[in-house]
């Protein structure tokens, strides 16, 4: 089986990235395996941490963004850094279960998946080992219609295994989309025909932390913006969208459409099939911009040719 790129963004993470790192090194690290930390411009000692975590793992890879570029950019950069085929996403403050990658890099390889992801998450506030609740995703394969109508996705946590060729597919992360980051990007592997996997009774430590959550800093402090940033992510396949969602998306509903994907789910198209849509908008366009003169211009410009040869 192929090893495996691990891929950290960091940023003003000093008091939890050790436990992330170790939590990859001590039990689920072997042979031919990398980690890649990005370090986001980090205004806290992240870069000390970091170094020395660097010194305790010498294998440990870290780049530093010269300016704050975001999640999104600094996922990018990781897996543009990225040797392996196979990339593992964890957030610098969350844990891995102890042996838990093997059993999730196996269930990728026989399934001959894209991406794999743990069914639960157990999210914890000061003891990971006492989680506040379990977030759950349904076992085996995932359906793209989870991504469409709202459901629990793998991209809503984003801590999860998959390819780098369904990277390549997705465009990467959307950057300019804060935390809408992994969400949007499991939905971009999901439109690009992903296959997508979620293995039984398997989970992670996702830690809780409201004051410096990202999801609570970005989106919930400006919930206007999410519609609008996960439409915005979603522009290299709009020939994907049903054209009637997408001047709902760009329109009434551009505020809130991501919040009613229950009450109104995201109507995909197959590939292909916009393209005379797209051909008869481009001639329309066309037109608009270049539009034919009229009989009195013709028989002016006819006029003005005529003289001009005459001279």
């Known amino acids: 089986m192929s090893s495996i790129s691990f891929f950290l963004p960091a940023y003003n993470c000093s008091l939890t990235i050790e436990e992330s790192v170790d939590s990859i090194m001590v039990t689920n690290f072997t042979d031919g395996d990398e980690v890649i930390i990005?370090?986001?411009?980090?205004?806290?000692?992240?870069?000390?941490?970091?170094?020395?975590?660097?010194?305790?793992?010498?294998?440990?890879?870290?780049?530093?963004?010269q300016r704050n570029k975001g999640g999104a950019a600094a996922r990018n950069t990781a897996v543009e850094s990225a040797k392996n085929e196979l990339l593992f996403c964890l957030d610098s403050d969350n844990?891995?279960?102890?042996?838990?990658?093997?059993?999730?890099?196996?269930?990728?390889?026989?399934?001959?998946?894209?991406?794999?992801?743990?069914?639960?998450?157990?999210?914890?506030?000061?003891?990971k080992f006492n989680p506040v609740y379990i977030w759950t995703l349904p076992a085996g394969d995932f359906d793209l219609s989870s991504y469409l109508d709202g459901k629990n996705t793998p991209g809503q946590h984003g801590n999860y295994m998959f390819t780098k060729q369904s990277w390549l597919k997705a465009k990467g992360y959307?950057?300019?989309?804060?935390?809408?980051?992994?969400?949007?990007?499991?939905?971009?592997?999901?439109?690009?025909?992903?296959?997508?996997?979620?293995?039984?009774?398997?989970?992670?430590y996702h830690r809780l932390d409201y004051a410096n959550s990202y999801w609570m800093r970005d989106a919930e402090a400006n919930l206007w913006s999410v519609s609008v940033k996960a439409a915005y992510a979603l522009l290299p396949f709009f020939d994907r969208i049903d054209e009637q969602f997408l001047n709902y998306m760009l329109g009434e509903g551009k505020y809130i459409w991501f919040y009613q994907l229950k009450s109104r789910p995201l109507k995909l198209v197959s590939d292909g099939s916009k393209k005379e849509f797209y051909i008869n908008l481009n001639k329309k366009i066309n037109a608009a911009i270049y539009p034919k003169p009229s009989v009195l211009s013709r028989g002016v410009n006819k006029i003005k040719r005529v003289l001009k040869l005459s001279k």
């Open 38 to 65: 990005v370090n986001d411009c980090s205004t806290d000692n992240t870069t000390e941490v970091l170094n020395k975590l660097k010194q305790k793992y010498p294998v440990i890879t870290v780049i530093d963004h």
């Open 174 to 204: 959307a950057e300019g989309t804060g935390a809408l980051d992994t969400w949007t990007f499991g939905l971009r592997q999901a439109i690009t025909g992903a296959k997508m996997v979620v293995l039984k009774d398997t989970f992670y």
């Open 95 to 127: 844990v891995l279960a102890p042996s838990s990658i093997a059993p999730l890099k196996k269930y990728l390889t026989e399934n001959n998946a894209d991406v794999a992801s743990f069914q639960f998450q157990h999210s914890f506030a000061d003891d």
